[in-house]
């Protein structure tokens, strides 16, 4: 089985920066696409950035030069790096890796996973 474990959330000002990660876990095979979503209070979940294993990148109109997604392909591991924090930023944000495919006796997959959530909130 595979489990994505989000870290780095927290309350910051406006202005200020915060980086998320969320490491992959389980005896994984491969992984396509990493990214994050985010979901603030009454709306719809929002791709925010996402990133393929060759390391190309896609972002959301509203936090293109803010943002930057990374990604560690030996550690499974995809980064969010947050730069000029505004309230609007505030969200429950999501990790999510697709096509995913793990070793279990064969190799399963492909499926896609999600992250339990991690609060990022920006103080005006």
């Known amino acids: 089985q595979v489990q994505l474990v989000e870290s780095g959330g927290g309350l910051v000002q406006a202005g200020g920066s915060l980086r998320l990660s969320c490491a992959a876990s389980g005896s994984i095979v491969s992984i396509n696409d990493m990214g994050w979503y985010r979901q603030a209070p009454g709306k719809q979940r929002e791709l925010v950035a996402a990133?393929?294993?060759?390391?190309?990148?896609n972002y959301a109109d509203s936090v293109k030069g803010r943002f930057t997604i990374s990604r560690d392909n030996a550690k499974n591991t995809v980064y969010l790096q947050m730069n000029s924090l505004k309230p609007e930023d505030t969200a429950v944000y999501y990790c999510n890796a697709r096509n995913v495919r793990y070793y279990s006796g064969a190799v399963y997959g492909p499926y896609d996973y999600w992250g339990q959530g991690t609060q990022v909130t920006v103080s005006s």
């Open positions: 990133i393929t294993s060759g390391g190309r990148t």
